[in-house]
Each structure stands twice: as structure tokens, then as C-alpha cells.
């Protein structure tokens, strides 16, 4: 790679590497590292004119050596947020490493909440930083484009930074990167980046993500992320008034919530989310007619994401609105009698080793069950486990596992995650992510602050007024060894 020098104003920086397998736009983050001028204010002087973010460096001339010139004005420096004053900062940094396994937040660069939360929640997924700690430089090929490629490798350096470090980290490049990739959380006010639908950064990031983390080496193309949160849906679609009836197969990344006056717990919203109303052409009425799609679960996934739909689009006012009615979530989610029947079926046996398990923790006497039970010892690691890694799924119509074979799914989900929301819009307020640590602690993660919290208090955040309420839950399945 060849070395550069850049003058700045009055200052000269020697010795800046040139990694001339990357476009020039990672080359322009760099200096903002060193500078403080965003890329897009950066004008720098080559052969042929103003360096372009995606030139080809073969075509610069660009000598070992050489001395650039770079003009642009600097951001105002970020200062963090004041901290309060009991902070898992304030401890010696041995303690923190102790205390939470990993200690790092994140710096709110400008009105940046949206994505450290997501950040914090999404790294909290030991299968996921396996995952992109696999991933190579070069990228997996297959037409994945230049910007998914760097938003990936952005993902991976973070969570490396965050695992490294006990102290604030600042996500500059990756929020650089996030915004090349996806224009819209770059949009401006005044001057001021604005604040975003951590939803919407959430869904985006995923899906980034499950373009790039997949294994070239299986005829099904393994999705590492499609394992890890996909959710397999079948449903009935029904039109009463024709008698015409159909079903659809579909994956999604989240189980919505619906939100009404009959929803006071996360299961009723969950049912409400699984049934919908849809109006389309219908062949034998010869005109458009209303259809009732009811879904089931046909998949289970190793981490369940559940969206609280609390916001809509409000006309009067032109922006989006906040529903702040209370929905209690629990500690532990039983999703079985959401599943379809098929699915239920592959459930009994290893739902079954799951009781019998905790009965004799209970100090219960439990029945002698198959001999294959018998013969087992039964591993029932809890939300703080990480055994079993994910790292594929078998592609099957019904899957009880995307573990490996001899690890199953009982339908069974421990909290371990929460992305909450104070305020009343969704492009406004703050949000905040609380996360269960390996050793079974909950931390809140308030951008570079960092608070100690009781399990709890965890469950007080489901809304009915102005506090920090719920927006997206993330659940860990309960795993059986067969």
C-alpha cells in the first residue's frame, strides 16, 4: 500500500496508507478520522482533477510518497453526553470487563441514538459477531455491491471495537458508511443530521447483512442471518364472500405486534399481528373483493425480533404518532400456540425433555418417558448460554432447529434485548437499548452511558406514558441437546 502525505490547512499528516483495494471513499474516512472534514465536504487534488469516492486508484498515478492537498472545513468537535453520576464508567476498567463481559458504548455522534441502540442490541448476538468475524476482506463475491460490502465490514470492525474496549467507542466510520449505504439517514435540518426510526436501521442493517453472510459452499446458499432471526410463515388466504381460499409461504426478519384497545400483553398483540385484511382481484367475482390472510409460524428462528407497531402516520399533523398504551411483554415467551399444527408436532418431543428437565431441577419426579429421553443428558442452556452457534439453516419446509441436528428448538424464548423509545415521534426523542449480558446482568445503554439495571425493571418498560417504552424486543430460544 502506498504512503502518502495530506496538507490540511497548516497541518501536514505523513505517512497516511493508501489501501488501493478499497474505493477512494475509504481513503477521504480515514482523513475525517484525522481531520474532522466529512468526506463530502473533502476536496483533494490528483491527477485529473477532485478525487471522486469511487475512482479507480490505478488510474490516479498516486507515487509512494507524494504529497496531496486537501481543502474542506472540519465538523465542530462531538462532545458526549454528560454523565450521571454512577456510571459503569466510574469503575476501574478491570471491574467493567468483569461486570459486563464487555463494557463499551457508543458515542451520539449527531442525534445517532437510533443506530447505537440497534448497534448494542444486534452485538449482544455472540452467532452474528461469529459470523463476521468469518467474513473476508474481500467479500463473498456472488454481485454483492461496494457499499454492502463496506457497511459489512464496518459492522464487523464495530463489534470488534466494542469487544475490545471498556470505554466509549466512536462509530464514525461505520455511520459514515451506513449513510452512503442508505441515504435517508442522512437527511439534514437546518444543518443538523436528523434523528431516525431505529426500526428502520434496524431492518436495513439485517438485510445488508443477509445479502453479505452467506456461504458460497451449499447448493441452498446458507443465510447466516435468515437463521439466526428468519421466521417462516404460512398462511390462509380466505375471501368469504367468493369461498375462494389459497396459501402463501413467506420468511420474515420480525413478528409484528399490533397495537389496539383489546391488546394489554405482547401474546394478544402477536395474534393480532398474524391476521390482516388485504384487498385483491378476485377471479371469480370478476372484480376486487376483501381477503382474510391469517399466518402461522412454520419456522422458529434462534433469536425471535418482536416490532411493537406504536407508530403511524397521522395526516393532521403530517408526521408520524405515537400510541403510548401499556402492552406488557414477559421474561420468557411461549410462542407454541402460534405455530402451525405441522410445526407443533416436531415441538412435542423436545418441549417435552424441556419439562421433564425442570422437573427434576424442581426436585420433581418426573415420568420415564422414550427410552431415547432416558438415555440423554439433557443440555437446557438459558438466555445467557451461547452454546449450539448458528450457522446455517437446512432450508426445510418446517424447521424446529437451525442449530445443528442434535440441538432443537422448544418454542421457547428468554428475553435478551430491549430497543426502547422516549418521546412522542418516531423521528424524534431518544432511544436506548438494555441488554443481557452473558453473566445474567442487565445493562442500559444510553449511548456512552452505561447504567446497571434490574431484571425487574426491565419489564416496567411497556409503555403508558412519556417514559422509555418498548419499540423492539429480542428473544433467545430455549434449546434442547437430543
Known sequence: MPTVSVKWQKELFPAVEIDTSQPPFVFKCQLYDLTGVPPERQKIMVKGGLLKDDADWSTLGVKEGQRLMMMGTADEIVKAPEKGPVFMEDLPEEEQVVSLGHGAGLINLENTCYMNSTVQCLHSVPELKSALIGYPPTGRGSGLDQSSHLLTCATRDLFNDLDKSVKPVKPMQFWMVLRKKYPQFGQLHNGVFMQQDAEECWTQLLYTLSQSLISPDSSESSNTVKALFGVDLVSRVHCQESGEESSETESVYSLKCHISQEVNHLHDGLKHGLKSELEKASPSLGRSAIYLKESRINGLPRYLTIQFVRFFWKRESNQKAKILRKVDYPLELDVYDLCSDELRKKLEAPRQILRNAEGTKL?????????????????????????????????????????????????????????????????????????????????EYDDDSLILQREEDITKLSGGGDWHMAYICMYKARVVSM
Open 363 to 443: 426436585g420433581l419426579k418426573t415420568g420415564e418417558g422414550s427410552s431415547a429421553q432416558k438415555g440423554n443428558d439433557v443440555n437446557m442452556p438459558d438466555a445467557k448460554g451461547t452454546q449450539g452457534a448458528s450457522n446455517g439453516s437446512e432450508g426445510s419446509s418446517v424447521a424446529t432447529s437451525h442449530d445443528d441436528k442434535d440441538t432443537q428448538l422448544t418454542g421457547i424464548y428468554d428475553l435478551v434485548a430491549v430497543l426502547t423509545h422516549k418521546g412522542r415521534s418516531a423521528d424524534s426523542g431518544h432511544y436506548v437499548a438494555w441488554v443481557k449480558q452473558e453473566n445474567g446482568k442487565w445493562i
